[in-house]
């Protein structure tokens, strides 16, 4: 069973996502994790009030962002956040490693946030997330031994994740935004998935494809564009839609550049 924490209390917590972009930049350099943890706990490069807020920074990050499935996804994420510009690319990123990164995060996102973006609902709010989490504790010993508080403080902390990356707005009920991938994102997007989840080249059977957040004809047909031909391969038999990538990490995002 995949592990279950409560790293999102710690991620929501972080001031400035910027942070966690700085944080995967120094990664892609080749920092590791004695490196990372010199330049956050020891030097501060923050300016977190105690060293235990550090400490927390840390191993959120560390145990629900800098989160690999192989060297593909590794090699992928690092020349994108090597790379100067494509700020809203790298934030949504950020959303796509929580996903990966995460367990948690990615069943909230799942049955929570991208149900009620599909169902076409305005507003979600912590209730919404909070009522998950308890129907969730009947069949997670791990979410068990969390007590109503800490649910009710990661239902917050969800929420605050999602306004930090402009996917939600508004104060107590947010305001479900409308998200819209660009060619590039969607290029990058296909590319994530089947580096982090290649049991299948079915597109519409992997577990991140809600958040293409297109529905399947859109996806079918976006996919299928000439623009995408010279990068990925489509082959399309009845209910399946399989891809396969024609490119290496750092061709991508040469592509992407350029």
Known sequence: MENINSDINAIGSIPDFHLIEVALARFAKGEGPL???????????????????????????????????????????????????HDNLKRKAIFWQLLSGNVLFRLISKYVYAKAYF???????????????????????????????????????????????????????????????????LLFFVYFILSVDNETRDILKNQY??????EKAELVQALKSIKFMPFIDITSTGEALNVNLKLSPKELMDVISH
Not at 209 to 214: A, D, G, I, K, N
């Open 35 to 85: 490196d990372l943890k010199k330049w956050l706990i020891t030097d501060n490069a923050f300016d977190f009030r105690t060293e235990s807020a550090r400490g927390r920074f840390l191993r959120a990050v560390s145990s629900s962002i800098l989160v690999f499935a192989n060297d593909n996804h590794k090699t992928l994420i690092g020349n994108l956040f090597s790379t100067p510009g």
């Open 209 to 214: 494809r809600e958040f293409f957040f297109l």
């Open 119 to 185: 169902s076409g609902r305005a507003t979600m709010s912590g209730k919404d997330v909070f009522a998950y989490l308890k129907d969730l504790q009947a069949t997670s010993l791990q979410l068990n031994a969390f007590s109503d508080s800490t649910l009710d403080k990661i239902a917050c902390k969800y929420l605050t994740i999602l306004k930090k990356l402009e996917m939600v707005d508004g104060a107590v009920k947010k305001r479900i935004l409308n998200v819209r991938l660009t060619e590039n994102e």
